[in-house]
């Protein structure tokens, strides 16, 4: 009976998905899907696999071209993509797009640093380059909280060159970390220990101060110079927010989980903001993380945990203006480490579980298929609670039912998703770098 119900679920699913075969009309359906939409979160099922990020670039490539978005924001530290940022809307000294992403040399690298993500920043620095003056050009910009050691010097930089005084005021500041240098990890244990004072106060009090400046160059209506105060400030913001995010670490996953995801929604909601001020109003963004992040939390064994994420907080504020894409794999190979800090390996992605998600969509035989789920009465039995795998920086095939599945509701999670069934690792940009010392992981300590 079992066997039965799936068979027919396997034929329902067959029947409504939308076979991809690499044409131009590929995604109509999905586009037909977002609408005006504001926001589109695209997400993945891995960190290292390249049909992810081939087909997330040209999902976005047609939300650029067709639907007037104007900005990227992905799973990434703020200071590196901001330098991204700079080289495609030509404002660089970077002369090439390997260079403006030389910033991430942080452990994972290979998530930004790839020749997919590569090629697309060469085709969003032409589509800029392209556009007559004046008008809007898309932005590229990270949302993490890995970066408060750099964050903490960009603001320093920012106010060293406008203001030297207030640098010397936030220098004084800041100089309540610098018994752990770089270690922010030490900085959060000692604070929430009780070994050291928290450095809470001054860094709100630093993010006060550029509020407050910023307030006051909007009325001056000067964009080159917004920009960069927005850039400061932003900063400032992380600083505040991982200042709070390392001490919950000792508190347990979901406050810190929480914190950094919390983090990622605010830092989205103030880029639309200041892009509103920028240009047009209601302005579009799309956001590209893990499938962790993005598919809303209230439909996962996460949410039943406690846990919130960037889907749950985007799609409760924005409503039907948030469309949620999930990717799925059945098996293939993917670049991942075995530890943290490890050399990053291609290694076999192990066949779907029996009974998952990724089986189901193995079982129609279609390689490539998108499959809305948005008020689809006719899969109604995807509906059912079922496994679903997630792989991070890390892959551990030898523990992965306990170290990569979960469940969850899939239509209740995304408004669609794109099933690829046999996919290959990305290729990094640097094979076998050691990881940099200083910031901790990008996704420490969880493993997406």
Same mark, same amino acid.
């Given at each position: 009976?079992?066997? /039965?119900?799936?068979?027919?679920?396997? #034929?329902?699913?067959?029947?409504?998905? &939308?076979?991809?075969?690499?044409?131009?009309?590929?995604? =109509?359906?999905?586009?037909?899907?977002?609408?005006?939409?504001?926001?589109?979160?695209?997400?993945?099922?891995?960190?290292?696999?390249?049909?992810?990020?081939?087909?997330?670039?040209?999902?976005?490539?047609?939300?650029?071209?067709?639907?007037?978005?104007?900005?990227?924001?992905?799973?990434?530290?703020?200071?590196?993509?901001?330098? +991204?940022?700079?080289?495609?809307?030509?404002?660089?000294?970077?002369?090439? *797009?390997?260079?403006?992403?030389?910033?991430?040399?942080?452990?994972? /690298?290979?998530?930004?640093?790839?020749?997919?993500?590569?090629?697309?920043?060469?085709?969003?620095?032409?589509?800029?380059?392209?556009? *007559?003056?004046?008008?809007?050009?898309?932005?590229?910009?990270?949302?993490?909280?890995?970066?408060?050691?750099?964050?903490?010097?960009?603001?320093?930089?920012?106010? #060293?060159?406008?203001? *030297?005084?207030?640098?010397?005021?936030?220098?004084?500041?800041?100089?309540?970390?610098?018994?752990?240098?770089?270690?922010?990890?030490?900085?959060?244990?000692?604070?929430?220990?009780?070994?050291?004072?928290?450095?809470?106060?001054?860094?709100?009090?630093?993010?006060?101060?550029?509020?407050?400046?910023?307030?006051?160059?909007?009325?001056?209506?000067?964009?080159?110079?917004? #920009?960069?105060?927005?850039?400061?400030?932003?900063?400032?913001?992380?600083?505040?927010?991982?200042?709070?995010?390392?001490?919950?670490? %000792?508190?347990?996953?979901?406050?810190?989980?929480?914190?950094? =995801?919390?983090?990622?929604?605010?830092?989205?909601?103030?880029?639309?903001?200041?892009?509103?001020?920028?240009?047009?109003?209601?302005?579009?963004?799309? +956001?590209?993380?893990?499938?962790?992040?993005?598919?809303? !939390?209230?439909?996962?064994?996460?949410?039943?945990?406690?846990?919130?994420?960037?889907?749950?907080?985007?799609?409760?504020?924005?409503?039907?203006?948030?469309?949620?894409?999930?990717?799925?794999? &059945?098996?293939?190979?993917?670049?991942? !480490?075995?530890?943290?800090?490890?050399?990053?390996?291609?290694?076999?992605?192990?066949?779907?579980?029996?009974?998952? &998600?990724?089986?189901?969509?193995?079982?129609?035989?279609?390689?490539?298929?998108?499959?809305?789920?948005?008020?689809?009465?006719?899969?109604?039995?995807?509906?059912?609670?079922?496994?679903?795998?997630?792989?991070?920086?890390?892959?551990?095939?030898?523990?992965?039912?306990?170290?990569?599945?979960?469940?969850?509701?899939?239509?209740?999670? %995304?408004?669609?998703?794109?099933?690829?069934?046999?996919?290959?690792?990305?290729?990094?940009?640097?094979?076998?770098?050691?990881?940099?010392?200083?910031? *901790?992981?990008?996704?420490?300590? %969880?493993?997406?």
């Amino acid at each position: 009976m079992l066997e /039965a119900t799936i068979t027919n679920l396997v #034929d329902a699913v067959r029947r409504s998905a &939308y076979q991809l075969q690499g044409a131009t009309t590929d995604y =109509d359906p999905l586009m037909n899907l977002i609408g005006n939409a504001r926001f589109v979160l695209i997400g993945e099922a891995t960190h290292g696999t390249h049909e992810f990020y081939k087909q997330r670039a040209e999902i976005t490539k047609r939300l650029i071209q067709e639907k007037g978005f104007t900005a990227v924001a992905v799973e990434a530290d703020w200071p590196d993509a901001y330098r +991204v940022n700079r080289y495609v809307r030509g404002v660089s000294e970077d002369p090439t *797009p390997a260079e403006a992403l030389s910033g991430f040399q942080s452990f994972p /690298a290979w998530m930004w640093r790839n020749t997919d993500v590569l090629d697309f920043i060469g085709w969003l620095r032409e589509y800029n380059d392209a556009l *007559p003056t004046n008008a809007i050009k898309v932005g590229f910009y990270g949302l993490d909280l890995y970066s408060m050691s750099a964050s903490m010097a960009e603001v320093l930089n920012y106010l #060293d060159r406008v203001d *030297p005084e207030a640098a010397q005021r936030a220098r004084y500041r800041y100089s309540c970390f610098e018994h752990f240098g770089e270690d922010s990890q030490h900085y959060g244990y000692a604070a929430s220990f009780g070994l050291t004072e928290s450095c809470e106060q001054e860094v709100v009090n630093q993010l006060r101060e550029l509020q407050a400046r910023t307030a006051e160059e909007i009325k001056n209506h000067n964009p080159v110079a917004a #920009d960069e105060l927005f850039y400061a400030e932003q900063n400032a913001r992380l600083v505040k927010n991982a200042e709070v995010y390392y001490r919950s670490m %000792f508190q347990g996953p979901v406050s810190s989980w929480n914190i950094r =995801d919390r983090h990622m929604a605010e830092t989205l909601d103030q880029l639309a903001t200041h892009l509103d001020q920028q240009g047009k109003p209601s302005s579009k963004v799309v +956001v590209w993380e893990h499938n962790s992040h993005l598919g809303d !939390a209230r439909a996962t064994a996460m949410g039943r945990g406690g846990e919130v994420n960037v889907g749950q907080l985007v799609r409760e504020k924005y409503g039907h203006d948030t469309v949620l894409i999930g990717f799925s794999t &059945y098996t293939g190979t993917v670049i991942a !480490a075995s530890d943290w800090g490890a050399t990053p390996e291609l290694k076999l992605v192990r066949p779907a579980l029996a009974k998952s &998600y990724e089986a189901i969509f193995h079982q129609t035989e279609i390689p490539q298929l998108y499959l809305q789920l948005r008020d689809r009465p006719e899969i109604a039995g995807l509906e059912k609670r079922r496994l679903e795998r997630a792989i991070g920086v890390i892959y551990r095939p030898e523990t992965e039912r306990i170290s990569h599945y979960f469940y969850a509701s899939l239509p209740e999670q %995304f408004d669609a998703i794109i099933h690829i069934d046999d996919t290959k690792g990305v290729q990094p940009l640097d094979r076998n770098t050691p990881p940099q010392e200083g910031e *901790p992981p990008e996704t420490f300590p %969880f493993a997406v």
